[in-house]
């Protein structure tokens, strides 16, 4: 069964700490993404990567990074976490058409 | 640039009603179209697509959709609902061909079905 595992389903952080949202998929799945989904503006993509140590940039990625070291694992920074980053962050991976998604981190920045 | 729409935020209906969600997606060359349900507490999970072939495409869980290209729309629907379909679903549009390509979100439409 496809399988696609987030770090942490709940998190606090303080305004300027840098938190790593991580992700890994076992479906040897060659792209992987990062969104962030908030109530009426349903999903938006941050960034997504093709290919190990390749990335590029989403609709979003003002105040976010990425790192894809390995083929399985998609980690997502937030370099100096503000308050407005507080949101649900999703990760998803695919080799075809169809995205499948992780469970979801709810981050929350005080 | 490509957008997806979905007319309504939010959908209240009785259970055993039929029910229709809306999605619009701006025109393209070639679209292949999704939509994905999110359970409370849960992340996404597929529900249908349209690739090709027949305008009409059954999902899980009795949904289907009707991809049409003149309107361009892409409409679930589901002739009897039951409480446990209480959920949001997202219509999602995918530019052409090949493995790479990112998926555009509408912004979620909120189901709730009362008993």
């Known amino acids: 069964d496809v399988k696609v595992t987030q770090s942490s389903r709940y998190l606090v952080k303080r305004t300027g700490e840098k938190v790593f949202l991580e992700c890994v998929q076992d479906m040897d799945h060659e792209n992987m993404f990062w969104y962030r989904q908030d109530p009426g503006l349903g999903l938006r993509l941050i960034y997504f990567s093709y290919d190990v140590k390749m990335k590029e940039k989403g609709d979003i990625p003002e105040g976010y990074s990425v790192s894809r070291e390995k083929k399985e694992r998609f980690s997502l920074i937030l370099e100096s976490a503000s308050t407005n980053q507080t949101s649900m962050y999703l990760c998803?991976?695919?080799?075809?058409?169809?995205?499948?998604f992780g469970p979801g981190t709810r981050l929350t920045v005080l | 640039a490509q957008s997806v729409t979905q007319l309504d935020s939010q959908v209240p209906v009785f259970e055993e009603a039929p029910v229709e969600l809306r999605c619009n997606y701006s025109?393209?060359?070639?679209?292949?179209l999704f939509w994905y349900v999110q359970y409370p507490n849960q992340g996404l999970q597929l529900l249908l697509k349209y690739l090709s072939g027949s305008t009409l495409v059954k999902g899980i869980n009795g949904f289907e959709a009707e991809f049409n290209k003149s309107q361009t729309s892409f409409h679930l629907r589901k002739p009897s609902v039951h409480i446990s379909d209480t959920a949001e679903y997202f219509c999602a549009v995918k530019h052409g061909s090949g493995n790479t390509g990112k998926l555009i979100f509408g912004q979620g439409t909120t189901l709730q079905v009362k008993p």
């Open positions: 025109s393209s060359v070639s679209v292949y």
């Open positions: 998803a991976s695919t080799t075809g058409t169809s995205l499948f």
